[in-house]
T-cell receptor, first 116, second 117 residues
Framework: AQKITQTQPGMFVQEKEAVTLDCTYD???????LFWYKQPSSGEMIFLIY??????QNATEGRYSLNFQKARKSANLVISASQLGDSAMYFC?????????????FGRGTSLIVHP | DTGVSQNPRHKITKRGQNVTFRCDPI?????LYWYRQTLGQGPEFLTY????????KSRLLSDRFSAERPKGSFSTLEIQRTEQGDSAMYLC???????????????FGPGTRLTVL
């Protein structure tokens, strides 16, 4: 079974509007971390936001926020006030366990296109 | 620039040749990771170092692949007898290793795009 599932291969949003990118995960651990990365066409993976499984508040970083629903095992990324420069691939990733498991698992990504 | 750097950015080689990539992590980051990414996929873990020790290798890392981090700073990834299926983006990431694993954020380099003809 996929540990990280991103069901939206592609998303379109109009500039200045908000968009939600979906991510569901599968783990039996109680302790895990969830990450979102942005990958522009240049190829570099840019860290956006982190959510820990024990964090009570949803993570926010500027225009990025994470809608964390633990019971549903979902960690959706919300981008507010989209900008043309937000056009990129977006990857959700998970790291499990408090020690020993250093291997993060990435989803297949969602391509976001922001149009004027 | 204090980010992760990778060289070369692009490599074109003929099948059967050996290639070597270099990764320079963020200074003082003690963890270093190599990933492979093919078109339409997320990064796939290859191997991981804590300082100079290689602690984890994926089964994706065949015996044609070898990685080193001799002094716990930069790392090299060598592919021997390249095959067309090795064509991919090879990404390097580093993390500080502080705190618990689940919070240990990785920072990625720009990648090396390998094309095997």
């Amino acid at each position: 079974a996929q540990k990280i599932t991103q069901t939206q291969p592609g998303m379109f949003v109009q500039e200045k509007e908000a968009v939600t990118l979906d991510c569901t995960y599968d783990t039996s651990d109680q302790s895990y971390g969830l990450f979102w990365y942005k990958q522009p066409s240049s190829g570099e993976m840019i860290f956006l936001i982190y959510q820990g499984s024990y964090d009570e508040q949803n993570a926010t970083e500027g225009r990025y926020s994470l809608n964390f629903q633990k019971a549903r095992k979902s960690a959706n990324l919300v981008i507010s006030a989209s900008q043309l420069g937000d056009s990129a691939m977006y990857f959700c990733a998970m790291r499990e366990g408090q020690a020993g498991s250093y291997i993060p698992t990435f989803g297949r990504g969602t391509s976001l296109i922001v149009h004027p | 620039d204090t980010g992760v750097s990778q060289n070369p950015r692009h490599k074109i080689t003929k099948r059967g040749q050996n290639v070597t990539f270099r990764c320079d992590p963020i200074s003082e980051h003690n963890r270093l990771y190599w990933y492979r990414q093919t078109l339409g996929q997320g990064p796939e873990f290859l191997t991981y170092f804590q300082n100079e020790a290689q602690l984890e290798k994926s089964r994706l890392l065949s015996d044609r692949f070898s990685a080193e981090r001799p002094k716990g700073s930069f790392s090299t990834l060598e592919i021997q007898r390249t095959e067309q299926g090795d064509s991919a983006m090879y990404l390097c990431a580093s993390s500080s290793g502080e705190g618990v694993t689940r919070t240990d954020t990785q920072y990625f380099g720009p990648g090396t795009r390998l094309t095997v003809l």
